[in-house]
């Protein structure tokens, strides 16, 4: 069981970046993708997660507006589209997979487990 996450790097404010996180190894269609990001200090917090089911997402207030999730099944791939970049962006970012309703949970609360995490790619936004 694998997830790989890439497309991090080093930005300036205000650019862009997209994400990648590629699964293999399980039934992709049992679970949905959450990304994922802890700053250095910080708690993780669920940034982002697309409903494989029927397409639906979910952002955090605090990326809402800015970056877009989106998945190609044919690809086992989803990717995070983060764009108008900021310095409180910077963070490690991962992307982890659960059935849906866990999905949604652990995104959006904190509490629950993701069953399979990715090793995370480090995304810093200079000012």
């Known amino acids: 069981v694998q997830l790989q996450a890439s497309g991090g790097g080093l930005v300036q404010a205000g650019g862009s970046l997209r994400l990648s996180c590629v699964a293999s190894?399980?039934?992709?269609?049992?679970?949905?993708i959450g990304w994922f990001r802890q700053a250095p200090g910080k708690e993780r917090e669920g940034v982002s997660y697309i409903r494989r089911g029927d397409g639906s997402t979910y952002y955090s207030d605090s990326v809402k507006g800015r970056f877009t999730i989106s998945s190609d099944n044919a690809k086992n791939t989803v990717y995070l589209q983060m764009n108008s970049l900021k310095p409180e962006d910077t963070a490690v970012y991962y992307c982890?997979?659960?059935?849906?309703?866990?999905?949604?949970?652990?995104?959006?609360?904190?509490?629950?487990?993701?069953?399979?995490w990715g090793k995370g790619t480090l995304v810093t936004v200079s000012s």
């Open positions: 982890a997979a659960a059935p849906p309703l866990d999905t949604m949970v652990v995104v959006t609360t904190g509490s629950g487990v993701m069953h399979y």
């Open positions: 190894g399980f039934t992709f269609d049992d679970y949905d």
